[in-house]
């Protein structure tokens, strides 16, 4: 977060433009000179310039659509593994998208210091739904999580490389983590089309966390071969998205879809022909295809 916003702040003081491989390779740098490891990363459900400017604004956009906003910081106050910057996160995040055209009316804040809405499980599935539910065509959407990221065994088969990435909200130990699969049924697939939604995870294991079909890690290899035009400067196919799965799905969706079937008969039988597949999510993607969303 820090890293983002500190590019962000320098290039508006300066009156630039950063574009997203700008913004990237800014965040390499200071990462690198504050001794730190972490590599950005960017993922998207469709193909992406990133020599295009970067935005969170909806080119869509017209005079009656607004901007809304979740922030979450959780400093896990109390508990073992205690963070220290994640409340901070979310103050200047708060600041920068406010400049942005983001109002505090329209903006929901959970972070665990006594005084927002706490980040439970149970609140963030909220907020998320909050978001999404008072969305339309042309809004703009913006997430932002700083706080503890984890992986667990995929309990599902959806996942190539055998692991779920999770979120971890503050009652964790009672609640559970929030799982790839529960951001993808509650947050990605409710967005409405035409409906711009920008995520910005501070965590570990927080460039696949949304399970989005394309990828780019600004790596140094990487970052060197887009540099010399080896690589192309967009995002390419995320080599952990099962796109066979999501295709089969589809397929049958829409199929079921044509032929008149109603929301619940989609959702149900998707759910039994397809009982490994994104269990958590199916019923957001039949919902999507029954009213017409995908088509």
């Known amino acids: 977060t820090n890293a983002m916003l500190s590019c962000l702040l320098r290039s508006d003081a300066e009156g630039k433009r950063l574009t997203w491989l700008e913004l990237l390779e800014g965040m390499r740098t200071i990462l690198s000179q504050k001794n730190f490891t972490q590599v950005p990363q960017l993922s998207g459900s469709r193909p992406l310039e990133l020599t295009d400017a970067f935005s969170l604004d909806n080119e869509a956009a017209d005079e009656s659509s607004q901007k809304l906003a979740v922030l979450i910081g959780i400093n896990y106050v109390g508990q073992q593994g205690e963070l220290r910057g994640c409340h901070n996160d979310v103050i200047m995040m708060r600041k920068y998208i406010e400049e942005q055209g983001f109002s505090p009316s329209n903006t929901r804040v959970l972070m665990d210091d006594g005084e927002h809405e706490s980040p439970t499980l149970a ?9 999404t539910d008072n969305a339309k065509p042309g809004d703009a959407l913006f997430v932002h999580y ?7 065994a995929d309990s599902n088969g959806d996942e190539r490389d055998g692991k779920d990435e999770t979120l971890i909200p503050v009652d964790f130990r ?4 929030l799982s790839d699969d529960l951001i993808l049924a509650n947050l990605v697939l409710e967005v409405p089309r035409n409906a711009v939604l920008t995520v910005v995870i501070d965590a570990c294991h927080s460039g696949t966390v949304l399970d989005l079909p394309y990828s780019f890690v600004a790596d140094e ?4 071969e887009v540099a010399s035009g080896a690589l192309p400067a967009s995002l390419g196919q995320n080599p952990t998205f099962n796109f066979s799965q999501i295709f089969r799905v589809g397929k049958m969706l829409y199929d079921l879809h044509k032929s008149g079937a109603s929301k619940q008969q989609i959702m149900q039988a998707a759910i039994s022909q397809f009982p490994g597949v994104f269990p958590g999510s199916l ?7 029954a009213s017409g969303g995908f088509i």
């Open 123 to 131: 609140n963030i599935l909220a907020a998320f739904a909050w978001i």
């Open 146 to 152: 700083s706080g503890h990221g984890g992986s667990v």
């Open 174 to 177: 009672t609640a559970g983590q």
């Open 221 to 224: 290899s990487t970052m060197s």
């Open 283 to 289: 019923g957001a993607l039949a919902s999507k295809f």
